[in-house]
């Protein structure tokens, strides 16, 4: 079964756009995907098929019966319209043939989908093609009218080639006429790359864009090439879900790494471009958290949408947009830059507003991040300053990452009600398989709430991961004789990965309980050996100050306390001085173990834990160090 976006035909949709629609998700293979409708470059083709082994192919749908054509040549035909009035309108061969090569000209100008040398230097990497789809008429009938002129049968699929129902249907032939609607017919050698299709993606659709990197186009010879850095296109199930959450109130529930941060960043996105009138709110607890969405807010929506009409001369323009249309704020800078209060206010302020006599900002549109970490009174308050006729308010949280006590519910403290408006994202989309397993087995074996699990959509309960789309090295565990080795371990490891692995400073992150004890200065050290090791790095939880203006892709290893690491996520996370966990002096345990569940999911390809003392977390961590030395000695003693 196809993967279709959207995941349901509109109602609006004519018949035989609807059949076509069911036909195509049914029949074609699994990795396949299916846009109906979709907006490409101010053109709206009706349907854009992409495959692995196929390229890529635009559909034309037309509902025309034989009383419908009066006169036809390859440019131009002459219909009845539905009003009984004669018509001309474009030939449809010409219609899918110019949205196909609209496309094709948007996908030359980048680099990395067309061959840079040999005899098809320029030209795209995989076939794309282009067919019309009559749904009222059959072959009999292009018989019988001799229609076969100018209505190639190549090019063309007719009602009953896309019917189940017709005797004549068959899910060979269907397929087999999609492989050849194509202008130089050729089959891919090697079918295309995940990286490759989203790069498709990500031109033709820039409402999927994320925060790749964006280098103004150089010329090269006569095409225009793009530089496209780490582009990172949005799974398509999340593409979908942040297209179809509706209006009013929605409630997202997810695993770490499931992309609810993005989602959300994409629903301000589209509330933006929808209501341009609109004032809309982001909030979350953390500071650094809130500075890594402006920054991805800031390259969605300075992006336009279309990379290759850009006007490089002219400055900044949607510096409005983001700073008066679209506020992101951490939720305590928003009680004092916006409502002039102090958290203590709080009760005061409500029974203020409830007896109508406070003064305070309204919003369109408000969408909280990280929602389990914010308390009854702090929804309560957020919820009453929300436009009662729109009611657009999204909740995304996840109830394994709490570290804050907050007990509350949904519907007491916001007065709406969630039934029927929440999604439950179970898959993990940020970490390795191999990093999500790790994680999850401590979270089980140390947490009491894992036996709250969540098994059905409810609200409260903990989400367990159910999938994850990919591999990657085991989580590293060490143990070293001091903190003094331990960091020169980490370090070294830091130097290899970034020489063996390509993996830039930028993307590394080290993670600590405590900055300093009793016995030594846990920052010192990181900063020396880091130091002495020629590593560059930035302190971002140092102070407010440095929260707010760390800068995500700066080449520099990121330093950081798991707290304020929430919602942010890098290449390769070391969390040292494990042995600080649980930490003696916090009496709430349960919060140690979120926030080292929540410090592991930081990572998405490497993850390292290192430790030179003893605790509760270390001796389980020893235990899984044990059984992996033990199996790697028993399957070299059966290797040999």
Same mark, same amino acid.
């Given at each position: 079964m196809a993967y279709t976006i959207p995941e349901t035909i509109r109602s609006s949709a004519t018949a035989g756009e609807r059949l076509l629609f069911r036909t195509l998700k049914t029949y074609l293979p699994d990795d396949y995907i299916v846009y109906y409708e979709p907006e490409i470059r101010g053109r709206r083709p009706d349907f854009v098929i992409i495959g692995p082994d196929l390229g890529l192919v635009v559909l034309e749908v037309k509902d025309y019966t034989l009383s419908t054509l009066l006169h036809l040549n390859n440019d131009e035909w002459t219909i009845v319209s539905s009003a009984g009035e004669q018509a001309t309108v474009k030939s449809p061969f010409k219609q899918a043939r110019d949205n196909a090569f609209h496309i094709v000209d948007a996908l030359k100008k980048d680099k990395n989908l067309v061959h840079l040398e040999g005899k098809y230097q320029f030209q795209l990497k995989f076939p794309y093609g282009y067919g019309v789809v009559f749904t009222r008429i059959s072959q009999k009938d292009l018989v019988k009218k001799q229609l076969y002129p100018v209505v190639d049968p190549n090019f063309c699929l007719l009602r009953d080639e896309i019917d189940p129902d017709k005797e004549t249907f068959s899910e060979e032939v269907l397929f087999e006429k999609i492989c050849n609607m194509f202008v130089v017919p050729y089959r891919l050698r090697t079918p295309l790359t995940k990286e490759e299709i989203d790069a498709i993606r990500y031109h033709l659709f820039p409402e999927v864009r994320i925060s790749a990197e964006f280098r103004p186009p150089m010329p090269y010879q006569d095409q225009v090439l793009l530089s496209l850095h780490d582009i990172k296109a949005m799974d398509l199930h999340q593409e979908n879900l942040a297209k179809q959450l509706g209006d009013k109130n929605r409630l997202i529930r997810g695993v770490a790494g499931s992309g609810k941060t993005l989602i959300l960043a994409s629903r301000a996105k589209l509330l933006a471009k929808q209501h341009p009138d609109w004032k809309i709110l982001i909030l979350c607890y953390n500071i650094s958290l809130a500075q890594g969405i402006r920054q991805?807010?800031?390259?969605?929506?300075?992006?336009?949408?279309?990379?290759?009409?850009?006007?490089?001369?002219?400055?900044?323009?949607?510096?409005?947009?983001?700073?008066?249309?679209?506020?992101?704020?951490?939720?305590? /800078?928003?009680?004092?830059?916006?409502?002039?209060?102090?958290? &203590?206010?709080?009760?005061?302020?409500?029974?203020?507003?409830?007896?109508?006599?406070?003064?305070?900002?309204?919003?369109?549109? #408000?969408?909280?991040?990280?929602?389990?970490?914010?308390?009854?009174?702090?929804?309560?308050?957020?919820?009453?300053?929300?436009?009662?006729?729109?009611?657009?308010?999204?909740?995304?949280?996840?109830?394994? &990452?709490? #570290?804050?006590?907050?007990?509350?519910?949904?519907?007491?403290?916001?007065?709406?009600?969630?039934?029927?408006?929440?999604?439950?994202?179970?898959?993990?989309?940020? @970490?390795?398989?191999?990093?999500?397993?790790?994680?999850?087995?401590?979270?089980?074996?140390?947490?009491?709430?894992?036996?709250?699990?969540?098994?059905?959509?409810?609200?409260?309960? #903990?989400?367990?991961?159910?999938?994850?789309?990919?591999?990657?090295?085991?989580?590293?565990?060490?143990?070293?004789?001091?903190?003094?080795?331990?960091?020169?371990?980490?370090?070294?490891?830091?130097?290899?990965?970034?020489?063996?692995? @390509?993996?830039?400073?930028?993307?590394?992150?080290?993670?600590?309980?405590?900055?300093?004890?009793?016995?030594?200065?846990?920052?010192?050290?990181?900063?020396?050996?880091?130091?002495? /090791?020629?590593?560059?790095?930035?302190?971002?939880?140092?102070?407010?100050?440095?929260?707010?203006?760390?800068?995500?892709?700066?080449?520099?290893?990121?330093?950081?306390?798991?707290?304020?690491?929430?919602?942010?996520?890098?290449?390769?996370?070391?969390?040292?001085?494990?042995?600080?966990?649980?930490?003696?002096? /916090?009496?709430?345990?349960?919060?140690?173990?979120?926030?080292?569940?929540?410090?592991?999911?930081?990572?998405?390809?490497?993850?390292?834990?290192?430790?030179?003392?003893?605790?509760?977390?270390?001796?389980?961590?020893?235990?899984?160090?044990?059984?992996?030395?033990?199996?790697?000695?028993?399957?070299?003693?059966?290797?040999?």
């Open positions: 991805m807010l800031h390259h969605m929506l300075h992006e336009p949408d279309s990379l290759f009409d850009f006007d490089f001369t002219k400055k900044d323009g949607m510096a409005k947009t983001v700073g008066d249309q679209i506020i992101v704020r951490n939720f305590h /800078e928003w009680l004092k830059h916006d409502l002039k209060i102090l958290e &203590q206010q709080i009760p005061y302020i409500l029974e203020k507003i409830d007896k109508k006599e406070a003064i305070l900002p309204m919003y369109d549109a #408000i969408l909280v991040d990280e929602g389990q970490d914010f308390s009854s009174d702090w929804l309560a308050l957020i919820s009453k300053l929300l436009n009662p006729a729109t009611k657009s308010l999204l909740l995304v949280e996840d109830r394994a &990452q709490t #570290i804050y006590k907050r007990k509350r519910s949904y519907v007491q403290d916001t007065g709406l009600s969630f039934q029927g408006r929440s999604k439950v994202l179970t898959i993990n989309y940020r @970490n390795t398989a191999q990093i999500v397993k790790f994680a999850w087995d401590f979270y089980r074996e140390h947490s009491v709430l894992s036996n709250k699990v969540a098994q059905r959509e409810f609200e409260g309960e #903990i989400i367990a991961p159910q999938s994850t789309r990919r591999k990657g090295p085991e989580p590293a565990i060490v143990k070293a004789e001091n903190f003094g080795q331990e960091m020169q371990i980490v370090a070294k490891q830091m130097k290899r990965l970034r020489e063996e692995k @390509n993996v830039p400073y930028s993307e590394m992150l080290i993670l600590y309980r405590v900055k300093r004890t009793h016995k030594q200065n846990i920052i010192d050290v990181i900063k020396r050996t880091l130091e002495k /090791e020629q590593i560059p790095y930035y302190w971002l939880a140092e102070d407010e100050t440095t929260k707010r203006k760390f800068s995500r892709d700066e080449e520099t290893v990121k330093i950081s306390t798991i707290e304020s690491s929430k919602g942010l996520d890098f290449q390769a996370v070391f969390i040292v001085n494990v042995d600080n966990m649980p930490f003696a002096l /916090e009496e709430d345990r349960e919060r140690e173990v979120s926030l080292l569940y929540i410090g592991m999911t930081r990572a998405k390809e490497y993850l390292c834990l290192s430790y030179s003392g003893e605790s509760e977390f270390t001796r389980y961590f020893e235990q899984v160090r044990t059984s992996r030395l033990q199996k790697k000695k028993e399957e070299k003693v059966n290797g040999s």
